[in-house]
């Protein structure tokens, strides 16, 4: 389906810049689905095969903007982990609703992907309906998988009853012999082994993926220039916008090209990344990377501060022994359902001033972006 449109010319909303963020997935998708025909364009949906927490539909929905032979393509994701949808949902509508579609440089295109991961989004997880962290699961299954060690020393406890006082102590043990950041890296850096665990990546490509990479071959297979941005949530100070790559080389001398010196190099040693901020296996970066060989691929996360990083892991370590223990599936438990709401509240704070912050920003990025890919021509 075709998705290019052509554009007002004095579109000119009034709307405030909170005005397209929503704290449910159904909200957030009919948000976005009416700010694509606010502006005229046709919405694409790729339907998933399960039904939400809501007994709603789930999809992933694309719009593009600008032309459909464009070979500069600049592609905003959201809802990679599916409880961050909230954020990046409201940035992708506040471009869309913003007087930025008026101003695309020549040759250059915009795609939105909007809900990536719908399942999760729509009950409140991070990960996807297989247990899968997105962000771990673009490894090549056809070669021997990253072990993980630390985490195998971990599982049982990760997965343990809610209230576990045992299971705490364990993790509690291994934080203090080890330090906070190797627990962090222990639980959510990226396992294979474990289907009920944390930070699993998948047994195979999911659903989400496979998505993600035919949306990328439809819009971007015949670019000569694609630059990505994922919204992410959770990291670095609060209400501040972390522009992260995991490349080196060329490839961070790119990312660094279009978003400045303030982009975070997690995967070079001198970097000083900030705490919690660290490569992981089978992230969407090189996953991109491998879905457009012929494209030069610039992409990055920009990564919003919500809340310490210990208080995020206990809420994910919560949901983990939620899921484990069967209480998340298809009816959840009203204990499980409250620490779920919690994990959205963590995710996407509660607070207009945040959200407008995360809109601002968003707009500088997407400013970058299209300057970045319009230079490249």
Known sequence: MHLDSELPASFAP???????????????????????????????????PLRGAEG???AVDVARVGSADARRVLVLTSGVHGVELFAGSGCQIDWLLSAGPDALPAGVAVVLVHGINPWGASWLRRYNEDNADLCRNYVDYAQPLPQSPRYAALHAAA??????????????????????????????????????????????PTWSRRTMEAILQQHAGNASHVCLVDYHTGLGPYGYGSM???????ALARMRAAFGAWVIAVAVAEAEAPE???????????GYERALPGAEVTAGVLEFGTGRPQHMLQLLLQDQRDW?????????????????EALRDFFYPPDAAWQASLAAQSRLVVAQGLAFLAAAG
């Open 276 to 286: 919690d901020f660290a490569p992981v296996s089978g992230h969407t970066t090189p």
């Open 14 to 48: 009034t709307v405030p810049p909170t005005f397209g963020f929503a704290a449910s997935y159904g909200e957030a998708r009919r948000k976005f689905l009416a700010a694509c025909t606010l502006r005229g364009l046709q919405a694409q949906w790729h339907a998933h």
């Open 159 to 204: 997965t343990a009853a809610p209230g576990d006082e045992g299971a705490d102590a364990v993790v509690h043990a291994f934080e203090r012999a080890h330090g906070h950041e190797a627990l962090y890296n222990a639980l959510m850096g990226g396992q294979y082994a474990h289907a009920q665990g944390m930070g699993f990546g998948g047994s195979g």
């Open 324 to 340: 484990a223990q069967g209480a998340s599936r298809e009816a959840l438990l009203p204990a499980a359902r409250q620490r779920r």
């Open 56 to 58: 709603e539909a789930l």
């Open 244 to 250: 992260v790559a995991l490349q080196q080389g060329a």
